[in-house]
């Protein structure tokens, strides 16, 4: 009796590693919706290193970049054309749901219905103003006597919707000069003083914080490392549906970097993804190598993720119209 | 020639530019404006070029600062056999995929366009296609879809 | 500053740091020849492995990586007629045709010495202008760029042929560019315009596809017609004039080399331009070197000079391009956000400590340069006039392989088959502009140039209102804008008046 229950015992194990690992030997693919040497790019190239001693069978993990209409193309591919064999994971613009939400025509997907795996960072957006400058919080910019300028790349970008908002809502007079090439080309016109400030996420702007070229002064919903000084742009809002469609449009930002597999993964495979993911974002190598490119990786969950998507998708809809008369999709 | 196919040019441009203008009509004013202060003088000096050859008097041509074609034996029948082939190799590859549509594109070509002998074509396809699947598959990853042939009969 | 000088030299010159150099000048070669290789894609993929290196090891294989496309992309441009880069299209126009000439050794010994030329020029004007810089970039506002657009623009006139014909189709085809360009979302409201209900034109046209169509198929369409190698004008079939001819070219039309290097570290400076730009006004302005209705005819043809400029702009470009990146930790290019990307990797802050405290690794990046750019020549050299015989080959050899080079060129733009569509289209119009004798390079200056001239009158208006015109830059511009346009037709009037007299 007791030499076949310990025979039963010792078999378990013995079972378990018998149990087939489905990655070995396989090779996972990353579609990146964007061109090389972007922010999602490159958080994509970041885990590709990492991820593959965190699932079981140590698969190669490759990425593929499937640039076009702000990876509105790629979001479509991973949700229609790719096999659902859970090889194929996709990142894209964050702001996707926006697009579905304000149905702009070429969206053949839907966000609560991909197979979520996380998202891999948030990202807040912030809005920062040249240090020269007298204003140094809320109540100081709304009695500001002549417009701040704040530079934009477009409408659909952070760096548009954000202080936008801000503008109709919170009554702060700002003069917004949209049509810069990049970001970065902002930086620059702040230098020149030919604009005073913009918005943009903490992240990217943060090594001009440290050069004290600007100093922050407000932020969005999304909870990052290093902006929780700051003041909410939503609690300032005066009424209910300023504040709710301040949180629509920051709410993509908690997942701030989304990986998704096709609907019809088989669920054990995400949970397999979801684990690694988790394991290798917590990755001592990885968090060392991405603190030495400024960036800053933290897992939100899946359960958050599909949270934050159906929460989106089913506001009520004279708050999606009155939304979509300020925000479009964009970047 | 040089007259026809400038009048097929500005006919062409004149077509895209009307249709620019009108759709640029629907649009608000900021996204409009570069369309049409574009799109109407490009409008205009392509009528002008139009109405020029047609009714102006045939300079000794003005030569572009650009190469001239050449005019040979046989040149219209070689002209649509170059354009058959590169359209054919751009329907191969949608069809079939880079990975198969290149070597067979530079095989057929060789063996059949250039009537080369098969030991040179078959060098010359496996040297290209090891090139392309070395550096561009194994190295980089790049994407190369399988073709929408194999699309078509695997889902079915 | 001297002292920063000579440490940024000894920092390279460790054998490291020059291994690494070296391993980046031969990987450089190869994505800068083949064209689907692209710089910034390349430069992305590398970034990991710098991880684990030094600083200056991780510049020196970085920078030169990067330096030497610029050179060799001009080699595929001249030999096929296929621009292995953006930046080599416009050594497209008259590369080829010497090759056709049979001068493709010459061509390509013009264009390897012009970018060395251009390289050095750019270096020396980096490392001279570093005092300077900050309150460089920052007097050059959205105004002034508008006005640099539109200088680029003026430069149209100068693509085009003489006489008032010419210019009408120049300006025809410019306008067609300027046209082409407004495809896409645009940024001040949104509107995805002409995107004829696709996803793949929200972001508009590509430049590479349009390139490789409009220079390189008509080139394809002809060689087959022609039957021959590519060499077929070449007297009694034979090569003449090899690499060594074209060094000398380059000496003897020195000042145009510095003037178009000068041309090119300029537009380099200044973030936003693109790279593409440098290229066509240098070689515009090459034309302008043509003394006589006869040698300006000859553009197009085969003169030299038509390589030289654009082979020294493409390069001095990059080290213009390095100044915005180093010194405001703003990109001069894609491949410059990517090597920003390295910077903060290695803890390096871009900034103004990167011109005092950290000067000597700036100098290294300076001699980074310097030294790769001049690797590269002396060791292409010893290839050229091999290099140069492949346009003795039999044409039919070589077409499926520039067919394949084209489409998968065009391909890894956007890893998408609409590329492919775009080729094609822009293959037939460059056929047609061909047969109709119309200028292909003003349709090129044209798309590369509106979404800058949009976007900055866009900010200027909006900032300055009408305030911006009386800024002085922006008077000087508008001065050298009125001046391109007008010099050619006072040319042609004095060559007129010359002629009757």
């Known amino acids: 009796m007791r030499s076949l229950l310990l025979a039963v015992l010792a078999a378990i194990p013995i079972a378990g590693l018998a149990q087939p690992t489905p990655y070995a030997g396989k090779t996972v693919t990353i579609i990146v919706g964007y061109k090389a040497g972007g922010g999602y790019d490159a958080t994509a190239r970041l885990l590709a290193r990492h991820l593959p001693k965190h699932i079981p069978g140590k698969p190669t993990v490759i990425v593929q970049n499937m640039p076009g209409a702000n990876s509105m193309i790629a979001a479509n591919h991973v949700y229609n054309v790719a096999k659902p064999d859970g090889l194929t994971i996709g990142t894209f613009n964050r702001n996707l749901p926006v697009a579905q939400l304000t149905r702009v025509d070429g969206v053949k997907y839907d966000m609560t219905k991909f197979a979520w795996i996380g998202s891999a960072a948030s990202e807040c957006t912030i809005l920062a103003l040249r240090t020269d400058l007298p204003y140094k919080s809320v109540d100081e910019l709304k009695k500001a006597g002549k417009p701040l300028v704040i530079g934009a790349t477009g409408p659909g970008a952070n760096t548009y919707d954000f202080p936008l908002l801000l503008k109709e809502f919170l009554g702060l007079n700002l003069k917004i000069v949209t049509g810069y090439q990049s970001s970065a080309d902002i930086m620059l016109a702040i230098e020149r003083k030919e604009v005073d400030g913009r918005a943009g996420s903490f992240t990217s702007i943060r090594p001009f914080i440290d050069r004290k070229l600007v100093r922050p002064v407000l932020r969005a919903r999304a909870d990052e490392p290093g902006v929780e000084q700051l003041p909410i742009d939503e609690d300032l809002a005066p009424n209910p549906r300023a504040k709710a469609i301040m949180a629509l449009r920051s709410a993509p930002e908690i997942v701030g970097r989304p990986y998704v597999m096709h609907p019809n993964t088989p669920p054990e495979l995400v949970k397999v993804m979801r684990e690694a993911f988790a394991k290798a974002i917590e990755d001592k190598a990885l968090v060392a190598e991405a603190t030495k490119a400024s960036m800053e990786l933290n897992y939100v969950g899946a359960d958050v993720a599909v949270k934050v998507m159906k929460e989106m998708l089913s506001q009520p809809k004279d708050v999606v119209d009155e939304f979509s008369k300020y925000v479009k999709f964009g970047e | 020639m040089h007259k026809n196919a400038s009048l097929t040019l500005s006919a062409l441009i004149m077509v895209v530019s009307g249709y620019g203008i009108i759709a640029a009509t629907a649009w608000p004013w900021k996204a409009a404006l570069f369309p049409l202060v574009i799109g109407v003088p490009l409008f205009a000096l392509a009528a002008a070029e139009a109405l020029w050859i047609l009714f102006g008097a045939d300079p000794a041509s003005e030569e572009a600062r650009d190469f001239q074609l050449s005019i040979g034996k046989d040149t219209l029948r070689r002209t649509l056999a170059a354009t058959g082939w590169i359209f054919a190799f751009f329907v191969a590859i949608v069809l079939l995929g880079f990975p198969i549509a290149i070597p067979l594109f530079v095989f057929l070509y060789l063996k059949l366009q250039g009537r080369e002998g098969w030991g040179i074509s078959i060098a010359i396809t496996l040297g290209t296609w090891g090139v392309f699947y070395g550096l561009f598959d194994l190295l980089l990853h790049l994407p190369f879809p399988s073709g929408w042939l194999f699309e078509w009969f695997g889902s079915s | ?501």
């Open chain 3, 1 to 501: 500053m001297l002292e920063a000088l000579l440490e940024g030299l000894v920092l390279v010159l460790q054998w490291k740091a020059l291994a690494f150099m070296l391993l980046g000048i031969l990987l450089g070669f190869w994505v800068g020849l083949l064209p689907g290789l692209g710089g910034a894609t390349t430069l992305a993929l590398m970034l990991p492995f710098v991880y684990t290196m030094q600083p200056v090891e991780a510049f020196a294989f970085l920078l030169g990586m990067h330096s030497v496309t610029a050179t060799t992309g001009d080699i595929t441009s001249v030999l096929f007629g296929v621009p292995g880069e953006a930046a080599s299209a416009a050594t497209v126009i008259d590369g080829y045709a010497m090759a056709k000439k049979g001068e493709a050794g010459r061509a390509l010994g013009a264009a390897l010495a012009s970018s060395l030329v251009g390289a050095l020029v750019g270096a020396v004007a980096l490392a001279a202008a570093i005092p300077v810089v900050r309150p460089l970039v920052l007097t050059f506002g959205s105004p002034e760029l508008l006005m640099l657009g539109l200088v680029g623009i003026a430069f149209i006139a100068a693509l085009s042929s003489p006489g008032g014909r010419g210019m009408l189709r120049g300006f025809l085809a410019g306008a067609l560019g300027l046209f082409l360009a407004t495809i896409g979302q645009d940024p001040q409201a949104g509107v995805a315009r002409y995107a004829l209900g696709t996803l793949y034109l929200w972001q508009g046209l590509d430049l590479v596809p349009v390139l490789v169509g409009l220079f390189a198929i008509p080139e394809i369409i002809d060689l087959v017609v022609r039957g021959t190698s590519i060499a077929s004008a070449a007297p009694a079939g034979k090569l003449s004039h090899g690499a060594f001819e074209g060094v000398k070219d380059t000496f003897r039309h020195f000042w145009l080399t510095i003037r178009c290097s000068l041309i090119g570290t300029f537009i380099g400076i200044m973030p936003g331009m693109g790279g593409a730009v440098a290229q066509w006004m240098a070689y515009g302005h090459a034309t302008h070197s043509a003394r006589n209705a006869e040698e300006r005819r000859g553009f197009g043809q085969g003169d030299v000079r038509g390589v030289l400029g654009p082979g020294a702009a493409n390069n001095s470009k990059e080290g213009g391009s390095l100044i915005p990146t180093i010194a405001f930790g703003v990109p001069g290019s894609t491949a410059m956000a990517i090597l920003l990307g390295g910077f903060y990797l290695l803890g390096l802050v871009p900034g103004p400590d990167m011109l005092s405290k950290h000067l000597p690794v700036t100098f290294s990046m300076v001699w980074t340069i310097v030294i790769a750019n001049v690797v590269t020549v002396i060791a292409c050299f010893a290839l050229l006039n091999k290099l140069a015989r492949l346009t003795t080959v039999r044409g039919s050899l070589l077409i499926p392989v520039i067919l394949v080079l084209v489409f998968i060129g065009s391909y890894t733009s956007n890893n998408h088959y609409g590329d492919l569509v775009v080729t094609l289209l822009f293959g037939a119009v460059g056929y047609l502009m061909v047969l109709a004798g119309w200028p292909r390079a003003p349709l090129v200056l044209g798309l590369v140039v509106g979404k800058i001239v949009e976007n900055n009158l866009y900010i200027s208006m909006a900032r300055y209102e009408a305030a911006w015109l009386t800024r002085p830059v922006v008077l000087v511009l508008i001065a050298i804008t009125v001046a391109v346009i007008v010099y050619p037709l006072f040319q042609a009037r004095r060559r007129a008046a010359a002629a009757r007299a």
